[in-house]
């Protein structure tokens, strides 16, 4: 069956130190992959997508890059993180000529 | 550019009242258009989607849709809203953008729901 995972669901982090968030998916090929952030008080705002393998494509400028090293895996970045990157971030797959969408669980994110 | 507007930015209902919440899209072709909900530290739960057909979307948990093409929205709506469906709701349109495949998603409205 597809399903798509995504860890860890919650994590505090400091200023200034590294991020890796993780989603994989599974029961298909060649997905198309996304992650999403959504700050407090303010909607889903786009910040990568991948059509496939090392092929990514920012939406956002900012501090945060995204990585496809396999098919089934995209991962979130950053190597000094913010105050300002707290948030809920989601990872997506989006299929079928956009009819279908399946989201992982989402990870809140603190940074302190 | 494809855009998504939801009024409302916070409702307040009373346990079974009707409830009405607006999306209004902006697409320059026919638009696959969805609700979603979260509820608190959750991902999202597709609520229901319109692609074609019959603009009146039955979904889950009671909420239908309908699709007004002439005014642009997606309005969902529920007869009787329940103390459970307190959480964040979130209009979308699927849209393409480049190579890649996107959902352009509203603001959210967030629903209290009044015992």
């Known amino acids: 069956s597809q399903t798509i995972h995504q860890w860890p669901a919650t994590l505090v982090q400091p200023v200034g130190s590294p991020l890796s968030l993780e989603c994989t998916v599974e029961?298909?090929?060649?997905?198309?992959l996304y992650w999403y952030r959504q700050a407090a008080g303010r909607g889903l705002q786009l910040l990568f997508y991948?059509?496939?393998?090392?092929?990514i494509s920012s939406e956002v400028p900012q501090n945060l890059s995204a990585s496809r090293p396999q098919d089934r895996q995209f991962i979130l970045s950053s190597k000094k993180l913010l105050l300002s990157d707290s948030g809920f971030y989601l990872c997506?797959?989006?299929?079928?000529?956009?009819?279908?969408?399946?989201f992982g669980q989402g990870t809140r994110l603190t940074v302190v | 550019a494809q855009s998504v507007t939801q009024p409302d930015i916070h409702i307040t209902v009373s346990e079974g009242a009707s409830l009405e919440l607006r999306c209004n899209y902006s697409?320059?072709?026919?638009?696959?258009l969805f609700w979603y909900v979260q509820s608190p530290g959750q991902g999202l739960q597709l609520l229901l989607k319109?692609?074609?057909?019959?603009?009146l979307v039955q979904g889950i948990k009671g909420f239908e849709a309908e699709f007004k093409r002439s005014q642009s929205s997606f309005n969902l709506r529920k007869p009787s809203v329940h103390w459970s469906d307190a959480a964040e709701y979130f209009c979308?349109?699927?849209?393409?953008?480049?190579?890649?495949?996107?959902?352009?998603f509203g603001p959210g409205t967030r629903l209290s729901v009044l015992p």
């Open positions: 997506a797959w989006i299929f079928g000529g956009n009819t279908e969408a399946f």
């Open positions: 029961g298909t090929s060649n997905p198309n």
């Open positions: 991948s059509v496939g393998i090392g092929q």
């Open positions: 697409y320059g072709a026919t638009p696959y």
């Open positions: 319109y692609f074609s057909g019959d603009t």
């Open positions: 979308a349109v699927g849209a393409l953008k480049g190579l890649g495949q996107n959902f352009v």
